[in-house]
């Protein structure tokens, strides 16, 4: 009989282990304020130091290559949108040629070459 007992008590001692393992040992009791602080202000630290070290990328095209912007110039020469030589800079009479072309075609007419209007011309 103390046999049994001793199955019973040490197979409950496991289910309540295996119980709190599971459950990971949550307990009605709140963490105290500075140890819920204190790891907030280290993460927070953590990340912006992280941001700081970081330095800001350079994204997308910002200016169109003068060899591009000849190519473009010869086209729009070509199709009679431009009058004179090209100079391979983005000049306010290229974009405003540029921009009759794109709204002859019924396109988007704005200052920046649309790409369909790079791939026609």
Do not use: C
């Not at 072309?101 to 011309?121: C, F, M």
């Amino acid at each position: 009989m103390d046999v049994k007992i001793d199955k019973i008590g040490a197979l409950a001692v496991t289910v309540l282990v295996s119980a709190t393992l599971a459950f990971g040992g949550t307990s009605s009791e709140k963490p105290s304020a500075n140890s819920t602080a204190k790891v907030q202000n280290t993460s927070h630290h953590a990340r912006h130091a992280s941001k700081k070290a970081r330095k800001k990328r350079v994204r997308g095209q910002k200016a169109i290559d003068s060899d591009r912007v000849r190519q473009i110039q010869e086209a729009l020469i070509r199709e009679h949108y431009l009058k004179g030589e090209p100079s391979g800079k983005w000049d306010a009479s290229t974009q405003q040629a540029l921009h009759r072309y794109q709204s002859d075609q019924g396109w988007q007419s704005k200052t920046v070459p649309d790409s369909r209007a790079l791939i026609r011309l």
